[in-house]
């Protein structure tokens, strides 16, 4: 099974799910009793082979996917995967920068999103991530966080879906602005 939020690297608002499984995946869940209503696999392959749902899909999220997918297969696969590598190396080039580091080991970096470290490591770079947040944001930016264990200890920045060198420069031109805060 192959389970995707389109709201990621495709670069659709949260809502959408898509999935694929493998014919032994749908194989084993026709051998279950009780494979519930919203995960019925072979209930989705039933419906999928009538070109239907099994309940009423979001069609402003599906018309949104078909027409991002034109858009990502005009671009080219391979062309969309180096853009996003590249834009990757620029944001990890950003964070050294400025004294940073990554939350990930090296070389298991994301190509679609940076994990930076707030001085979690020795010599490292500390800024009140909350703070850093809402200035980006008051500029018209996002940056997230962190969530449970690693809240306000890193921020990711996501160079993912439609972000181009231009798109990302002007957010990196914010967080520059902002680190002069601190």
């Excluded at 696969?77 to 964070?95: F, I, N, S």
């Excluded at 997230?144 to 798109?167: C, H, L, P, Q, V």
């Amino acid at each position: 099974m192959l389970l995707a939020g389109t709201q990621k690297a495709l670069a659709l608002p949260p809502g959408l799910t898509v999935f694929t499984s493998s014919p032994a995946a749908l194989a084993k869940a026709a051998t279950l009793k009780d494979r519930g209503y919203y995960f019925d696999f072979v209930e989705f392959q039933k419906n999928a082979e009538q070109n239907m749902t099994p309940s009423t899909p979001s069609m402003g999220h599906v018309y949104a996917l078909a027409s991002k997918l034109e858009d990502i297969f005009a671009e080219g696969l391979e062309a969309r995967h180096a853009r996003h590598k590249k834009l990757a190396q620029m944001t990890r080039d950003w964070a050294a920068r400025h004294g940073f580091t990554l939350f990930p080991e090296e070389s298991f970096e994301s190509v679609t999103l940076t994990c930076v470290n707030n001085g979690a490591k020795p010599g490292g770079r500390v800024v009140d991530v909350a703070k850093l947040q809402k200035i980006v944001k008051d500029q018209g930016f996002l940056i997230d966080g962190g969530y449970g264990k690693i809240k306000g200890t890193t921020f990711r920045i996501s160079n993912m879906g439609d972000e181009t060198e231009a798109t990302m420069n002007r957010l990196y031109a914010a967080l520059d602005g902002a680190l002069k805060q601190f």
